[in-house]
């Protein structure tokens, strides 16, 4: 029979491993996920490198987070391995959950070292792997007790790159606190609370500046309306290593008025609430977060034809544009800024997926592989 746990003595110990947590979706995931647990399972925060700024931000909210340097560097440490199996078994640990790529080699070796199960949990789609990498990541869907995909595309990817039966693999797709993420009661207090000006048509998108993330697409985009006469106001609300060349390439393109780098903020909730219309021009994404929230937020989107986002608004969604064209990305933001009706036909009425339900479909896949 499945083992029952009851929350006073015995609950399973699951870790959510990770090198650090920056702000990023997978981050964002588990630690929205991790307080609607049911008390049979005890989730805590590892990292192995540092906490970055959602680890600190998970101390002081309370949560139980621990710094273990065992990968101080991008070098694979045996050693560093082994000393994390040892603390697994010596705090209990039931079930080791690791969500990006050094984490899963750290956390399938050690939880097999200690004889307890591993889940992967493959937040990104596959695209080109380099062969080494792709070597390390075969081994730990091999080794691992069960693999977790956010789409069923992805899911089908990995059986048929990997060889890996499709009964290992399960679909958990991201989720938002939709107590936290809804549309606001007034959209103007919110703008005057942030310092934003209150009846300007405001465009955003929420994204680490890295290039895959292609702002550059916004900035060419913005660049043929500013020929055209029409100058919508945008939000880059994120930071990352692409900054300084995104900001030279608005201020090139003679657009930098009309851009706001307004960096990482948390809470997130009320700057996505502030916006008209969220825009994700991403080369790739596994399924966005930030996407999930704007949709509950009641916002417009509009996206480039990738799979992780197709996999969330359909193929047929009306505000679907290639990454790379620039033309037709204007088209669409001069249409929305111009006409309500377009604006709104880029709603979608898709069911997002909600943190409670993920951690209960978390719970009911812990109980299998512990059991």
């Given at each position: ?178 107590t936290l993420f809804c549309p606001p009661d007034d959209k103007a207090i919110v703008r005057r609370n942030l310092g934003l000006p209150e009846h300007d048509f405001l465009v955003g998108t929420v994204a680490s500046l890295h290039p895959v993330k292609n ?120 249409a929305a800024g111009k006409n309500r009706d377009v604006l709104l036909s880029f709603r979608t009425n898709v069911s997002v997926p909600t943190c409670g339900n993920a951690a209960k479909q ?10």
């Open positions: 029979m499945t083992p029952e746990k009851t929350p006073a003595d015995n609950a399973w110990k699951v870790v959510f491993l990770f090198i650090g947590m920056p702000v990023g979706g997978a981050e964002d995931f588990a630690l929205g996920v991790q307080p609607k647990m049911h008390p049979e399972v005890e989730a805590q925060f590892v990292c192995l490198r540092s906490l970055d700024m959602l680890g600190e931000e998970a101390v002081q909210k309370g949560l139980p987070v621990t710094l273990l340097p065992l990968f101080p560097t991008k070098r694979i440490s045996p050693w560093g391995i082994w000393k994390f199996s040892r603390w697994l078994i010596e705090h209990g640990i039931d079930v080791v959950h690791s969500q990006t790529y050094h984490a899963h080699i750290y956390g399938v070796a050690a939880a097999w070292l200690a004889r307890i199960p591993s889940v992967v949990h493959q937040q990104k789609t596959l695209g080109q792997i380099p062969l080494r990498k792709k070597i390390f990541f075969g081994w730990c869907l091999k080794k691992a007790t069960q693999i977790l995909t956010l789409s069923e595309q992805t899911r089908v990817e990995i059986s048929d790159q990997f060889n890996i039966p499709s009964s290992k693999i399960e679909v958990v797709p991201n989720a938002i606190d939709e702002h550059k697409a916004t900035i060419e985009a913005l660049s043929i309306l500013a020929r055209k006469g029409c100058h919508p106001k945008v939000l880059f609300i994120g930071d990352g290593p692409a900054r300084r060349e995104l900001e030279n390439l608005a201020r090139e393109r003679g657009v930098k008025d009309q851009i706001l780098f307004a960096g990482r903020q948390r809470p997130v909730v009320p700057w996505m609430q502030a916006l008209d219309l969220f825009l994700l021009p991403s080369h790739w994404e596994g399924q966005a977060l930030a996407m999930l929230q704007a949709i509950s937020c009641g916002l417009p989107v509009i996206a480039s034809a990738i799979e992780g986002n197709t996999a969330v608004l359909g193929t047929s969604h009306p505000g679907l544009f290639a990454p790379d064209d620039y033309t037709r990305l204007a088209d669409i933001l001069e978390l719970k009911s896949i812990y109980r299998k592989i512990i059991s």
